[in-house]
C-alpha cells in the first residue's frame, strides 16, 4: 500500500508544476498587458494635451 501513494505523488508532481508554471505566465501576461494600457493612455493624454485637445472620455467598463 505504501508503493501506492509514493507512486501517486509522483504521478502528479508534473501536473502540479505544470499547472504551476501556467498560472504564473498568464498572471505576467496579464499584469503586463494591463501595464501596457495604461502606459498608452498616459502617452495619449500627454499627445492629446500638447495638442490642445479635450481628454478623451474614459471607457465604459463591462
Known sequence: MDNFWVA???SLIPTVVVLGLLIFILRSVVHMDRNERRTYAKVQA????KR???????????
Open 8 to 10: 501517486a505523488v509522483w
Open 46 to 49: 500627454e499627445e492629446r494635451a
Open 52 to 62: 490642445g485637445l479635450p481628454p478623451t472620455p474614459p471607457a465604459a467598463s463591462h
